[in-house]
């Protein structure tokens, strides 16, 4: 497996991947997706044989704020260690950050894997996270 930045989107392996997790707020609207990563701070995409198998997709000021916006792995290629070696690797980009964030799904999985990864939830720094849908 090889992990490298990911500059140049190329839709027809990007909407799969997104699709094979049920991500189809981003799938729906294709084009926002699209846009979303020109925007994007910096992507990166782990390859099994020229196959896009999973990536890692972050936003913010890349100084003081980094926020991981989406972390997704094809199911099957899911437990073998990708996601934590994209999580790394975005991790090592941005060692000097002060704060790294996320948000995730309310599933014991997620919280299990972020936590392993050394990720605490917001109210242990006396923080608490909102959005607006």
Known sequence: MMIQEYTNYIEKDVLP????VGWTAYTDHPDTLREGFSHSLLTLA?????????????????????LIQDLLVLPEYQRKGIGSRLLQAALDR?????????VTDQAEKNISFYQSQGFEALSQFGCCGMMRS
């Open 17 to 20: 991947l997104y699709a094979s």
């Open 46 to 66: 782990a390859y099994e044989n020229d196959r896009l198998v999973g990536l890692i997709r972050l936003v913010g000021d890349g100084i003081t704020v980094v």
């Open 94 to 102: 941005f060692s000097h950050v002060r704060q790294i964030q996320l």
